[in-house]
């Protein structure tokens, strides 16, 4: 499902897993995929009712380091959504620590970071999966480098890192991850630019697609508000500098 959630095929991935739990006896399987589902309701603004933090203290409990990683990327996701910045990249960082975490979980640490304007943990996560391993790796390290670009005020790099991450994606078919980036880029680099505005008008509708409600009307806050200065980061939500 991992795959079908980054090319915006989740309509499928409600499908198939209704169609396995339909025949599934296993009360531990049954419960994974009826996580699965309930994934997609955090980003759609759905009540999930506190189910990925339990995800994280049932494996703590456990001591099942996979189900660990999943459970924090969960909580990071929906903080992210809910635009707790804080509590997105304090799950990111806690990320960073297990080896079960590959390159993409790794990248949304760095995101997360990025949104909560932490550049040392941007720099941190870049430093674990460059050099890319190849494939979605690559976009997703150009467009680690150009959020970072973008807190520091290298607009022109940052535009050109996007636009790197963008051609990568939309060559793979990953829909969901060039909605992020747009995402991004109203957020870290702001409304002012053209390239922003185009992207901008593409993740939209993706994520309208997706059911994705809160991450569209944040992007709709976002590209409504005035850039603070040509070429200057945007600021966002509880989005403000706390590492340099």
Known sequence: TGAAARTGEWA????????????HADPSGVRWMRDM???????RGGDVDGRPQAVVREAEASGDPQALVNGCQWCLEEAF??????????????????????????FW???????????????????????????????????????????????????????????????????FDVAMTGLDMAALVGPGQSAVRATAAEAREILVELGATPVV???????????????????SGSTVPVGS
Do not use: K
Not at 37 to 43: C, D, H, K, P, S
Not at 81 to 106: K, T
């Open 12 to 23: 499928w991935i409600r499908d198939a897993i209704a169609e396995l739990l339909e025949s």
């Open 217 to 235: 009307e944040r992007l709709d806050r976002l590209m409504a508000s005035r850039p603070d200065a040509p070429g200057a980061p945007a600021r």
């Open 109 to 175: 640490a760095g995101r997360a970071a990025l949104h909560h304007g932490d550049r040392a943990t941007a720099e941190r996560v870049a430093a674990t999966i460059e050099p890319s391993v190849g494939g979605a790796c690559d976009g997703d390290v150009a467009s680690l480098r150009a959020g970072l670009a973008a807190l520091e005020g290298r607009l022109d790099d940052a535009l050109a890192g996007y636009r790197t991450a963008l051609n990568v994606y939309r060559e793979m078919g990953l829909r």
């Open 37 to 43: 589902l309930l994934w997609q309701e955090v980003w």
């Open 81 to 106: 959504v809910q635009e707790d910045f804080a509590s997105a990249a304090a799950f990111g960082r806690r990320l960073l620590e297990h080896e079960f975490a590959g390159p993409n979980i790794r």
